[in-house]
């Protein structure tokens, strides 16, 4: 019985050892990964701040595609919409937010009875020929009670100007 007892303390003690031998080599492995990956985002957030830093000492960001601070928002949608023959409806603000040296300005435009193309135009000189960086937010186009030959318009246009 006493023997028993002693070969059964020894597998077991033997067992755990190969187990713990098992989990440390599965927690060095896993150890040198976590490593790993903690050195390279360390290294990848040390370049992103030299390139924020860079970007502050040029001046912060581009430029390009701003709204200048002598145009508002408002007329150049109004004009890129007399240009595709739309009437517009109502042209409502829906929010301003000042961010440093720019202004993000939001608004509403809609219009009723356009004929598709002009419509199509509009959306065109909105996306392709503006030159600045316009976000159409909402776009919702429904056939015209009136006139089932054309659409009404309700859409949420954002941009960025210099302030």
Same mark, same amino acid.
């Given at each position: 019985?006493?023997?028993?007892?002693?070969? +059964?303390?020894? /597998?077991? $003690?033997?067992?755990?050892?190969?187990?713990?031998?098992?989990?440390? +080599?599965?927690?060095?492995? %896993? +150890?040198? /990964?976590?490593?790993?990956?903690?050195?390279?985002?360390?290294?990848?957030?040390? =370049?992103? %701040?030299?390139?924020?830093?860079?970007?502050?000492?040029?001046? #912060?960001? @581009?430029? !390009?595609?701003? /709204?200048?601070?002598?145009? @508002?928002? *408002?007329?150049? &949608?109004?004009?890129?919409?007399?240009? $595709?023959?739309?009437?517009? !409806? @109502?042209? =409502?603000?829906? $929010?301003?937010?000042?961010? #440093? @040296?720019?202004?993000?300005? $939001? &608004?509403?435009?809609?219009?009723?009875?356009?004929?598709?193309?002009?419509?199509?135009? *509009?959306?065109?000189?909105?996306?392709?020929?503006?030159?600045?960086?316009?976000? /159409?937010?909402?776009?919702?186009?429904? =056939?015209? *009670?009136?006139?089932?030959?054309?659409?009404?318009? %309700?859409?949420?246009?954002? #941009?960025?100007?210099?302030?």
């Amino acid at each position: 019985m006493e023997l028993d007892k002693n070969k +059964i303390f020894v /597998i077991g $003690s033997s067992v755990l050892i190969l187990l713990l031998i098992v989990i440390n +080599i599965i927690l060095r492995s %896993k +150890i040198s /990964i976590y490593k790993n990956l903690y050195s390279r985002s360390l290294n990848d957030l040390n =370049t992103i %701040k030299s390139l924020a830093k860079e970007a502050e000492e040029l001046g #912060g960001f @581009s430029q !390009e595609g701003l /709204i200048p601070p002598n145009l @508002s928002l *408002f007329s150049y &949608i109004e004009e890129v919409a007399r240009n $595709s023959d739309i009437i517009l !409806e @109502s042209i =409502t603000p829906l $929010s301003t937010e000042e961010k #440093g @040296s720019v202004r993000a300005i $939001s &608004i509403s435009v809609s219009a009723k009875e356009i004929y598709p193309d002009s419509l199509m135009r *509009f959306l065109y000189g909105l996306e392709y020929e503006s030159p600045y960086a316009l976000k /159409i937010e909402r776009l919702q186009i429904k =056939t015209s *009670f009136k006139d089932r030959t054309k659409v009404d318009l %309700k859409m949420d246009i954002s #941009g960025i100007q210099k302030k």
